[in-house]
């Protein structure tokens, strides 16, 4: 059975940092494409950064470019996502998802889903 349990969100002041985790298991976690998409409150889904197998190559969404850095460790089968800089608008439920395609994950999409995290930027 695939799981991907997310950790690590929380409520953090503007200007702060957090780190997010996505624990994998039931699949082989070195082949598969990674990524984090979130939902704001009241919004769609939106995709927030990719990693492709191996981790040798990552791609983020223009709204997090320089303030995110996506990794994962293939040893812990587990998908990082640090986030520093956090503003109020990153607000969301924040989503691990997995699949073979690096970019069906670039698009929003995925084969498999965690359940989510909540991250909550506010003074």
């Known amino acids: 059975e695939v799981r991907l349990v997310e950790s690590g969100g929380g409520l953090v002041q503007p200007g702060g940092s957090l780190r997010l985790s996505c624990a994998a298991s039931?699949?082989?976690?070195?082949?598969?494409?990674m990524g984090w998409v979130r939902r704001a409150p009241g919004k769609g889904l939106e995709w927030v950064s990719a990693i492709n197998s191996g981790g040798g190559s990552t791609s983020y969404a223009d709204p997090v470019k320089g303030r995110f850095i996506a990794s994962s460790d293939s040893a812990k089968d587990t998908l990082y996502l640090q986030m520093n800089s956090l503003k109020p608008e990153d607000t969301a439920v924040y989503y691990c998802a997995a699949d073979k395609s690096f970019i069906r994950l670039v698009r929003g999409g995925g084969e498999y889903w965690g359940q989510g995290t909540q991250v909550t930027v506010s003074s």
């Open positions: 039931g699949f082989t976690f070195s082949s598969a494409a």
